[in-house]
């Protein structure tokens, strides 16, 4: 019994990880219709970024908060100077975010070294509850609290504001709100940028999780969120949460009960999703 | 989209000099030099497999390198572990042509299940294939006591393959036979519903075609080709490791078709002989800075550069020059036939 609370907070606390890089990744799917290979390239940065800062003051708050204005600025200069070049053209959009990954992984290379780089927990987050045998890692639940913030807040953003009222119209409807005065284009990159700067969080939060960042973790992670959001459905934001759960959860799982087969349970999952409903377990009637 | 069957006789001379100039480059050219052709040539199959699905199917498929490095593990798992003969090899191209159509197949009913074709099928195609990639990328590396996992597998290969020289001839052998087939295949009936499909699925349907398994088909021959040059690769480097599974795999394939011009096949060939001869040039200049060790930071860049100002490539490049010489004629005729009445 006690081994399946653990599980269920692993799970929880992956699960809370990969919705802050499926829901920007769902997000910019929904509205602009790209599909961002730049995100496991942004989550790397957040990591990195997160450890250079954490090395230079040693303080939490601002290693996340850094990470997340680097991965900010990179979504904007993504946005601007590169993917808004090809709007509608769902083959060149693949392919220029993907060069865009390489290119930025590969610079993290040279950066930081291939090599990975060992980080700690911060100390108020390092520690455990032992509850009657049953071991509860703080920085698990801290990562489960963050992720119901984040989903909270992006909830709100959408459903409540003005801001969030345009990008669910632009993810209906992208011609009509155009043909209502407003520009859209704004929101794209506010919208790519947000979506960067939650992948940057994901990656200074993952670090301390692991333990290390290496280079590869991107296109690793940038994986299980696309498998997040094609099981969620696309563009849906609903999806993506309950999807990350799902997914956080059979991984914690699988990883305890039959290691090696974690990959292959995730994909089986989108196998079986795709083959009886290919719109995704929460997809909404998008139209395009 | 182009598609020429008759060659003309310009043509058919240019084709004919530079196959002499190959034939002859072994003598004349160091040994490095040698191998690089004969790399550039089995990567030329590979990007043209790839070519057959992108270009031809309008299908992004991020999973492609799982046939190549396939392909290059079951040669070496054979020689490795039965023996490094002639008739191992044999078995290696027959293994590879059922696994390869097999996964193909695999692959296929996963990926065309949603119908319809447009963007949505594109992005979730790509997203999965990408996913079944990294599957069998996992595997390879957790099956160790056949594949050695990430440290890689190296091998030796039978006395015939081992000279370099006459590794080459059989490269170009290769690549001329399997340029053939596959210029029949897309000229062919199957080859022309592909690009109707490519076109316009719904109409494809409606005219009564099984669309999805047209695109079985394609996927399946594109998989065997590309089975093939992994087989290929495998032999050439007496090596191999999971780095020929990973995603990186597949986009040297995707850049390859993407420089050379997609939908056109022999742009694939372009594209080899560019991507690998500049990285090969690259690595020369690692002297000059250590930043020219870093190939990916200029693959990159050479992405971003061909989607934004070459997206039809060196033979998209080609074709406009030739159809403005050709409009202009035909301008000039026109004129002249006004002139005179």
Known sequence: MDIFVTLAINGLAQGALLFLLASGLSIILGLMGVVNFTHGTLFIWGGYVYIWIFGLTGSFVLGLLGAMVVAFAMGVFFEKFFVSRVYGNVPAQILITLGLQVIFTELVRVIWGATPLSIGRPTFLAGAWDISGVVIVHYRIFLIAIGLVIAVGIHLLLNKTKIGMIVRAGVQRPDMVRALGININTYFTLVFAGGAALAGLAGALYAPLVGSMTSTAGMHNQVLAFIVVVVGGMGSFIGSAGGSVLLGLMGSGVAWFAPGLATIANVGLMAIVLAFKPSGLFGLAVKK | ?341
Do not use: C
Not at chain 2, 135 to 151: L, N
Not at chain 2, 299 to 317: D, E, N, Q, R, T
Not at chain 2, 327 to 336: F, L
């Open chain 2, 1 to 341: 989209m182009i598609l020429k069957k008759d060659i003309s006789k310009k043509m058919m001379i240019f084709l004919g000099v530079l196959l002499a100039a190959l034939v002859v480059l072994p003598h004349v050219s160091t040994l490095s030099t040698t191998a690089l052709f004969s790399r550039i040539f089995i990567m030329a199959i590979y990007a043209m497999s790839y070519d057959i699905l992108r270009g031809y199917m309008g299908f992004i498929n991020l999973g492609h390198a799982l046939f190549f490095g396939s392909g290059a593990y079951i040669v070496g798992i054979l020689f490795n572990n039965i023996g490094n003969t002639v008739p191992m090899f044999i078995l290696a191209i027959v293994i590879t042509l059922v696994y390869s159509s097999i996964a193909a197949f695999i692959m296929g009913k996963i990926v065309f299940r949603s119908k319809g074709g447009g963007a949505a099928s594109v992005v979730a195609g790509a997203m999965t294939t990408l996913a079944l990639g990294e599957i069998v990328r996992h595997t390879a590396e957790r099956w160790r006591d056949v594949t050695m996992g990430a440290d890689g597998l190296s091998f030796r290969i039978p006395q015939m393959f081992s000279d370099r020289t006459m590794f080459y001839y059989y490269a170009l052998v290769f690549l001329i036979v399997m340029t053939l087939i596959l210029r029949q295949f897309i000229n062919s009936p199957t080859g022309r519903v592909l690009m109707s499909i490519r076109e316009n699925e719904q109409r494809a349907e409606f005219l009564g075609f099984d669309t999805e398994k047209y695109k079985l088909i394609g996927l399946q021959v594109a998989g065997i080709a590309s089975g093939f040059s992994g087989v290929m690769f495998g032999v050439m480097n007496r090596f191999v490791n999971t780095e020929l599974l990973t995603v990186q795999q597949t986009l040297n394939a995707l850049l390859m078709t993407l420089v050379g011009g997609t939908g056109t096949l022999y742009g694939a060939i372009i594209g080899s002989g560019f991507v690998n001869i500049v990285q090969s040039q690259l690595l020369n200049f690692r002297s000059v800075h250590p930043i020219f060790e870093r190939w990916l930071l200029f693959f990159g860049a050479m992405y971003v550069i061909v989607v934004i100002f070459m997206p039809k490539g060196f033979m998209g490049l080609y074709y406009s020059i030739t159809d403005k010489r050709r409009a202009k004629i035909k301008n000039h005729a026109v004129k002249q036939t006004a002139g005179k009445s």
